[in-house]
């Protein structure tokens, strides 16, 4: 239902921007968002868009680097990553869910397969 793509590799300083298409039954009034899982550690929010308006938030790691979209009518997200670290490699997850559940990632019902974003130093 959410199939991400745009991962691979780059060196630091790099850009990459990740897509995630969801698919009719998470709704464009679904609230959808990044979530990422380093090697070792817990997958950790990245960023989330609302279904109205244009803002963005983000995790403090990432604020003024990464930027989030959606488009509705075409019911994709999509994070623009730019400025990236070594400590930004891991596994980026699409998620959505009905409503807002905060950051933790037990609390969101539907996730992507997830896509490798692995950054050189």
């Known amino acids: 239902q959410l199939v991400e793509s745009g991962g691979g590799n780059v060196q630091a300083g790099g850009s990459l921007t990740l897509s995630c298409a969801a698919s009719p039954r998470t709704s464009v009034t679904y609230i959808k968002g990044w979530f990422r899982q380093a090697p070792g550690r817990e997958r950790e929010f990245v960023a989330r868009?609302?279904?109205?308006?244009?803002?963005?938030y983000y995790a403090d790691s990432v604020k003024g680097r990464f930027t989030i979209s959606r488009d509705n009518g075409k019911n994709t997200v999509t994070l623009q990553m730019n400025s990236l670290k070594p400590e930004d490699t891991a596994v980026y997850y699409c998620?959505?869910?009905?409503?807002?559940?905060?950051?933790?990632?037990?609390?969101?019902?539907?996730w992507g397969q997830g896509t490798q974003v692995t950054v050189s130093s």
């Open positions: 868009a609302d279904p109205i308006g244009s803002r963005g």
């Open positions: 998620v959505a869910n009905p409503k807002y559940v905060g950051f933790s990632p037990a609390t969101w019902e539907y």
